[in-house]
């Protein structure tokens, strides 16, 4: 089993920056490749950014350049640093381990998640 915390979250305003923090615990995250992921409020989860153990990361095209995912692996720690944050990017963030089959960007391929941190942009 893994547990995964998320925190960093909080209330900003568009042009802010904040860097979300995913700890885990448990079963080592070391081989998993990490993701992030985001739900807004009346919308499906979509996919953010992932890294792998090597530290290869995968965004969202709308993402890419604002955001930036890394990881720790000694500290079994992955971070999502967000900047130039807009209020589109109002959501609950959550952070999975990838432990199944599948492609990085859906949701089914991760078997581990956290309970989330919420994020809002006011504008």
């Known amino acids: 089993q893994v547990q995964l915390v998320e925190s960093g979250g909080g209330l900003v305003q568009a042009g802010d920056s904040l860097k979300l923090s995913c700890a885990a615990s448990g079963r080592t995250i070391i081989n998993y490749l990490m993701g992030w992921f985001r739900q807004a409020p009346g919308k499906e989860r979509e996919f953010v950014a992932a890294i792998s153990w090597s530290g290869s990361a995968y965004y969202t095209d709308s993402m890419m350049g604002r955001f930036t995912i890394s990881r720790d692996n000694a500290k079994t720690t992955v971070y999502l640093q967000m900047n130039s944050l807009k209020p589109e990017d109002t959501a609950v963030y959550y952070c999975?381990?990838?432990?199944?089959?599948?492609?990085?960007?859906?949701?089914?391929?991760?078997?581990?998640w956290g309970q989330g941190t919420q994020v809002t942009v006011s504008s």
């Open positions: 999975g381990a990838k432990s199944r089959s599948g492609t990085y960007y859906k949701e089914d391929s991760y078997g581990y």
